[in-house]
């Protein structure tokens, strides 16, 4: 048992934590061999097959934010590319997707390997509530409503690319994650090797695909240059390291914060709100027409992006029957009476009674 788990169970939190050592037997190109589809293609299976192809435009995990639905979504069987300057917001980002992938009724799993798992923990307990730190009775309660819907894989360190590929395929195989995100690529030991890393995401989208899940995989981008600095929003051909690994993605994400905007509010000074905090960039989506910017919002005190200049989020209902517990702790009462857009303009969650 990990430390953490240990911390876990003395504080009677149901953390869902997956041990590295868990998936130490899998076998990564035995597993994608069995997996592989027939390499010949027939007529009549292409029709099918084409017409599947169709049909599946419309399944995946929408976005949080309303402004994005009909435009993308992250669908089985692709591997996502996520980037960002450092200190955009890039990881917190993904996590608030997965938060509202498992509040739609789909399995995820989390490997960030930059981040303790009780600090990712209390991270999505705080984006879940829309606080800046829940309190604990809001903690055990979302420790339980966690279980069976996000796993957190517990290690915070550099690993092999052989242990990630097996994590991968053990989220997927053994807890039926549908959606798996890897944070992030430099802290998978390819040693600055670009063949090992292009056979190392190759790998990664052959998973995704053999296994019907999607895989985000978070990678950081270049330090800006030239007069504008942070002021440019990056592009994907920004992305550390090798060209090869967008060639491989299905889909390109990038978020950039608007550094002097943040400045100027944190400084009590007038901004234009027109201009939104940060923009959420689909740089490459290889099965669906729409790439562009869209505007978002960062909320007042949760680390959570907002779909207006409203910056209203709605928390995550964790037990309808438990609410007048959670109102009676001051600092979670108002989270629970905000009624806002996570979505659609009604403030009801799409998916959610």
């Known amino acids: 048992m990990t430390p953490t788990s240990m911390l876990a169970l003395s504080c009677g939190l149901t953390m869902p934590l997956i041990d590295h050592y868990d998936f130490k037997s899998i076998k990564v190109l035995e597993e994608l061999s069995n997996n592989a589809v027939d390499r010949v293609a027939f007529t009549d299976d ?12 419309d399944v995946g995990i929408d976005a949080p934010w309303s402004k994005l639905r009909g435009l993308f979504k992250l669908r089985p069987g692709e591997l996502v590319l996520m980037g960002g300057q450092s200190g955009h917001g890039k990881s917190a980002l993904i996590n608030q997707w997965a938060l509202y992938a ?8 989390i490997m960030s390997l930059e981040m303790p798992a009780e600090y990712l923990f209390d991270q999505l307990a705080s984006m879940a509530a829309v606080v800046k730190e829940p309190p604990e009775s809001y903690l055990r309660e979302f420790g339980q409503w966690m279980d069976d819907r996000i796993y957190i894989y517990d290690r915070a ?3 092999s690319p052989t242990e990630a590929l097996q994590a991968l395929i053990g989220l997927r195989k053994h807890f039926g994650c549908d959606l798996i995100v890897l944070d992030c690529l430099m802290m998978c030991d390819l040693a600055d090797d670009l063949d090992l890393e292009k056979k190392f995401t190759a790998q990664m989208a052959a998973i995704a695909k053999a296994f019907n899940c999607c895989i985000v995989l978070v990678h950081h981008m270049r330090k800006p240059h030239g007069g504008e600095g942070e002021k440019k929003v990056p592009t994907k051909h920004d992305f550390l390291g090798s060209s090869r690994i967008v060639n491989v993605a299905s889909s ?3 978020l950039w914060d608007n550094k002097e905007k943040a400045y100027l509010r944190n400084m009590g000074m007038e901004v234009d709100d027109e201009d939104p905090d940060a923009k959420l960039v689909v740089a ?10 869209v505007g978002l919002y960062r909320h007042d005190t949760a680390r959570v992006l907002c779909n207006n200049k409203q910056r209203q989020y709605r928390p995550v209902e964790i037990r309808k029957d438990n609410r007048e517990e959670y109102e009676n702790e001051d ?3 108002p989270i629970l009476d905000r009624r806002t857009d996570l979505g659609d303009d009604s403030g009801r969650l799409r998916g959610l009674a």
């Open 284 to 293: 490459k989506q290889r099965f669906a027409p729409f790439e562009g910017p």
């Open 102 to 109: 498992a509040q739609t009724e789909h399995r995820v799993g």
């Open 331 to 333: 600092r979670i009462t």
């Open 157 to 159: 360190d550099v690993i």
């Open 252 to 254: 390109v994400l990038i």
């Open 46 to 57: 292409l029709v099918g097959r084409a017409l599947k192809r169709r049909n599946a435009e």
